[in-house]
């Protein structure tokens, strides 16, 4: 069971870890620039990511209809899942791609650019809207190759993609090699490329290579399937509600920042890059979550699910009180490769200390919600997310800074509690059992409208 759970935990740990990695290493580069332009950056990531939500109901739905395909042993219905994700999330790309280059400069002015941001964060994030088309269907891809369980292929076209997206910031930002100088927006063009290059990569592993038990040929059926599609959104329609509640939350928690000051947003900025260091092993180990207890239940062998859920979620606790260490002897050295600026860098080593506290509760919280989404049971994470970042990250947050004038810290204290909440509700449902009996409820009733 361990060698199963490492087995597609660690492709996933390298891909997420990596990616934040350069990640960090894209924010580095943007911050030699000036604390304004790692602010500019970081005022769009929310507004994206909350572009980014309607997707959510898609891949997490995709992750858990094909692990219960591929643990019935129906591998054809699973590739004919991918297929009519394939066209949905090309669709979907599309629409918000538009969106998000239209309404740019509202958006950034919304978050609250000042007047040494609002040019810069506009023509960032209408470059990065740009590629969501791309975006969308890498998306697609890997969500479909998580579900059966192969984890190594999304790694190796999303750290070769990243590794482009180095390359291209140095090479764009810099004005290298006899190319342009365009700071901030040469890191979007930078991305945008990279993602366009994945996105091929992606769909060459489904449709040429021999090496995913996803297999897809351009003679299939590209109409939307209503059964299909209404499965997959009956699964993660509660999975892309938790991801607008978080991200248009996050986007007024980082509103309330951004009031502090570029300084301390800039430190806040670097924070959070850094915290995605955190987040990775916790989020690998809810894919494997969500694929082991899918493609148990889909074998129809409840205990076995449990038995895998238990175990990945002592082994993520592990994984988090190390890197809860790692930030509380490191959390400075961190802070300064991102920025020359003493106070900022002092700002965001205080942060990142504040963040180590955070550690348990959040890995909980993302490795036994990626259980409960292999179950199908996607509602609860949903009602975790809503209390815990309405309440403490919108509403407590705002009393910390605004009221009590606690600063960034006071910020950062509220995400804290943030993810203890979350992980409570979570970690309470878990216990329950009832995440055991979803998929056979969904399955019934599914047997049922045909019948009908």
Request: net charge positive; charged share 10%.
């Amino acid at each position: 069971m361990r060698h199963n759970i490492i087995s597609i935990t660690w492709p996933a740990f390298l891909e997420l870890v990596m990616s934040t990695l350069f990640g960090m290493v894209d924010m580095m580069m943007v911050g030699q620039l000036s604390p304004a332009a790692i602010a500019s950056v970081g005022l769009t990531i929310q507004p994206f990511n909350l572009l980014l939500a309607i997707f959510a109901a898609v891949n997490v739905g995709t992750t858990t209809l094909v692990a219960w395909n591929i643990g019935a042993g129906n591998k054809e219905e699973a590739s004919a899942v991918t297929r009519q994700i394939l066209v949905a999330n090309a669709i979907l790309g599309l629409v918000m791609s538009t969106v998000g280059i239209l309404s740019a400069r509202s958006i950034v002015k919304f978050m609250g650019a000042e007047a040494d941001t609002v040019e810069y964060a506009t023509r960032y994030f209408q470059i990065v809207s740009s590629g969501l088309l791309f975006q969308a269907v890498t998306m697609g891809v890997t969500a479909s190759l998580r579900g059966a369980g192969e984890t190594k292929l999304p790694m190796m076209y999303n750290i070769g993609s990243n590794l482009i997206n180095v390359l291209g910031n140095y090479l764009l930002i810099y004005g290298k090699l006899g190319l342009p100088k365009w700071g901030v927006a040469g890191a979007a063009a930078s991305t945008t490329i990279s993602r366009f290059l994945a996105c091929l990569a992606a769909l060459y592993v489904v449709y040429f290579s021999d090496k995913s038990v996803i297999s897809l040929s351009f003679k299939g059926s590209y109409r939307l399937d209503r059964r299909i599609i209404k499965q997959v959104f009956s699964i993660g329609f509660p999975s892309a509600m938790e991801q607008t509640i978080i991200q248009s939350g996050l986007m007024l928690f980082a509103r309330t920042v951004s009031g502090l000051g570029t300084n301390a947003y800039a430190a806040h900025q670097i924070g959070i890059n850094i915290s995605g260091l955190t987040f990775s092993p916790s989020m690998a180990f809810g894919v494997a979550a969500t694929s082991l207890v899918g493609q148990s239940l889909g074998a129809n062998d409840a205990e076995k699910a449990k038995k895998y859920a238990d175990v990945i979620h002592h082994i993520a606790i592990c994984v988090a009180c190390f890197m809860g260490l790692m930030f509380i002897l490191f959390s400075h050295p961190l802070a300064r490769l991102y920025t020359s600026d003493l106070t900022v860098a002092a700002m965001a080593g205080t942060v990142l200390k504040i963040l180590a506290l955070a550690q348990p509760g959040q890995s909980t919280q993302l490795s036994l919600a990626g259980a409960l989404r292999g179950a199908g049971d996607t509602m609860y994470p949903l009602y975790a997310s809503g209390f815990g970042i309405w309440v403490f990250r919108v509403v407590v947050a705002y009393i910390f800074v605004n009221i009590f004038h606690w600063g960034l810290i006071g910020a950062w204290v509220a995400l804290v509690l943030d993810q203890y909440s979350r992980s409570a509700i979570v970690y309470l449902r878990y216990r329950s059992g009832k995440w055991k009996y979803i998929k056979a409820h969904k399955t019934m009733k599914q047997a049922e409208e045909i019948q009908a």
